[in-house]
């Protein structure tokens, strides 16, 4: 490995207002017994629009939903698509192990990373909110470590921006142009 470009993740512990809202939905899905929607419709069909929400909220842009919903109307539509998307094919198992990586502590570690280190913010992220400075504060213990703050515009799509290379691939390509590889 030559260089580390974590897309989506701050390297710290999770806390705050994303550990609230991970331990919100995880009590939920632990509840949900497990089995198929067959054998547990009822407590199912519950608590899964409320882990559809919470991906939803917190992986969107105001900036996109604005757009894409500009009158009431648009907005009742345009919600009921996605959690009607969010919700297909949603296992309460899966999400329970993907919310629940609260008691990682990567920010322990962080002086042993020698390999080049390249992370990029999006202002109008709701997960890894930018406004708590916790880049700042940790990106400097990391020896070849650097972060971009990537302005919000048209483009983006709060923490969702890591699925779209458009808009941080330039960010990539000058990291990569630094990195000598290891042969």
């Not at 929607?37 to 939803?56: I, Q």
């Not at 930018?130 to 983006?156: A, C, D, F, N």
Request: with cysteine; net charge positive.
């Amino acid at each position: 490995m030559d260089g580390l470009v974590p897309l989506a993740s701050v390297p710290t512990q999770i806390a705050g207002r994303n550990r609230m809202l991970r331990k919100m939905i995880s009590t939920t899905s632990a509840a949900i017994p497990r089995g198929t929607a067959e054998t547990t419709p009822h407590s199912r069909e519950a608590a899964e629009p409320a882990r559809a929400g919470y991906c939803l909220f917190m992986v969107s842009s105001p900036l996109q939903w604005q757009k894409a919903a500009p009158t009431r109307d648009a907005a009742d539509r345009f919600l009921d698509e996605q959690m009607s998307a969010r919700l297909a094919g949603v296992d309460a198992n899966d999400f329970l192990y993907a919310s629940s990586f609260a008691g990682l502590r990567p920010s322990n570690e962080l002086e042993k990373i020698s390999l080049p280190f390249s992370r990029s913010i999006r202002p109008n992220d709701q997960v890894n909110p930018p406004e708590l400075g916790l880049m700042e504060k940790l990106i400097p213990r990391v020896r070849r470590g650097q972060y971009v703050l990537i302005p919000t515009s048209e483009h983006t799509r709060g923490h969702g921006t890591h699925s779209f290379p458009a808009v941080w691939q330039n960010h990539l390509r000058e990291f990569l142009a630094k990195i000598e590889p290891k042969r």
